[in-house]
Every structure is written in C-alpha cells, then in structure tokens.
Nanobody, 124 residues
Framework: QVQLVESGGGLVQAGGSLRLSCATSGLTFGNYPMGWYRQAPGKEREFVASASRGGSTWYEDSVRGRFTIFRDNAKSTLSLQMNSVKPEDTAVYYC??????????????????WGQGTQVTVSS
C-alpha cells in the first residue's frame, strides 16, 4: 500500500531555514502529483504547496517566495525547503498524494493519501 514518511521537522528560530522530506513507497512516484499541507493547533489542515507530475508548482500565498517544493523522481522523494520561516509557520506538516494536486490546491478533505506528519516549531 502507499506509504508516506515525513522527516526533517524540528525547532528553528524565526528567519531560519528547514528542509522537510517525504519518502514514498507503494506507488510509482513519477505518476503522482504530490503536495505539502500543514495544520496548526486549533486550525484546519491547509494547503501549502504542490508539484505536478510534470514539475509545475503551486504555493499558498503566505509561503510563496519563501518555500520551495522539490520532487526527486529518481529517489521517489518529495521535499519542502523552508526559508525565512515565521512563527506563524509553526504546524504539523504533512506529505500528501492526490491526482487532483496536478492542477494546484486541493481541499484537505479530498486528499487520498497522507503521511503521519512532522512537527515544525518556529520560535520568535
């Protein structure tokens, strides 16, 4: 079955950088669009970024220009480079797979597959 395993979360100071990774198995990586979502305490899970099968990317407005999503088809890995982080970026970050991500953001309720999440905490 499809398995997504996130890593790379942790504590970082505001203005710093962090790189998240999502290792995948159980799917032909290059055939699937993928994305990152996040969920802060007391808030709904929200779209952060996605990468289509062909490498097109989309970003939520508050992270555009600071975060970059990468997909490495040879390693079946999705990454999220987070630069200039802010305290409001604090959340659990989830890797996601859904065919509709090929065209941009998808409501979290519609996503087919999720990882277990990795905590990112940004201190001020």
């Amino acid at each position: 079955q499809v398995q997504l395993v996130e890593s790379g979360g942790g504590l970082v100071q505001a203005g710093g950088s962090l790189r998240l990774s999502c290792a995948t198995s159980g799917l032909t990586f290059g055939n699937y669009p993928m994305g990152w979502y996040r969920q802060a305490p007391g808030k709904e899970r929200e779209f952060v970024a996605s990468a289509s099968r062909g490498g097109s990317t989309w970003y939520e407005d508050s992270v555009r220009g600071r975060f970059t999503i990468f997909r490495d088809n040879a390693k079946s890995t999705l990454s999220l480079q987070m630069n200039s982080v802010k305290p409001e970026d604090t959340a659990v970050y989830y890797c996601a797979v859904d065919q509709a991500l090929n065209w941009g953001a998808v409501p979290a309720s519609a996503v087919d597959y999720w990882g277990q999440g990795t905590q990112v905490t940004v201190s001020s």
